[in-house]
């Protein structure tokens, strides 16, 4: 059975570091694209990144860019995002979710998986 596990979330403080990571299991990971998305309470969800099925495309949001980046590992069937410069608007459930087509968009309905989500909160 195909699953999307995330790992990584936790309390943070503001300027800090942390690095998430998507594991999967179940199928061929290297026909997927992998995005991240947040949830946020109170807000709609938000697509911050993705990587190409090879990894040598990413995307970032605006809200991310220059401060997240995604990489992946297709031996290990791992994808990695490493957020640095934190803030307290970036608290939020960190969902993965799994595509077979790339796209520049982070339209919810592409993405065929999605993992249960790990927490992030960046506070003092």
């Known amino acids: 059975q195909l699953q999307l596990v995330e790992s990584g979330g936790g309390l943070v403080q503001p300027g800090g570091s942390r690095t998430l990571s998507c594991a999967a299991s179940g199928f061929s990971w290297g026909d997927y694209v992998i995005g991240w998305f947040l949830q946020a309470p109170g807000k709609e969800g938000e697509g911050i990144s993705s990587?190409?099925?090879?990894?040598?495309?990413?995307n970032y949001g605006d809200s991310v860019k220059g401060r997240f980046t995604i990489s992946r590992d297709n031996v290990k069937n791992i994808v990695y995002l490493q957020m640095n410069s934190l803030k307290p608007e970036d608290t939020a459930v960190y969902h993965c979710?799994?595509?077979?087509?790339?796209?520049?968009?982070?339209?919810?309905?592409?993405?065929?998986?999605w993992g249960q989500g790990t927490q992030v909160t960046v506070s003092s």
């Open positions: 979710a799994a595509s077979r087509v790339w796209s520049n968009s982070y339209f919810q309905g592409l993405y065929d998986y």
């Open positions: 990587i190409s099925k090879s990894g040598g495309l990413t």
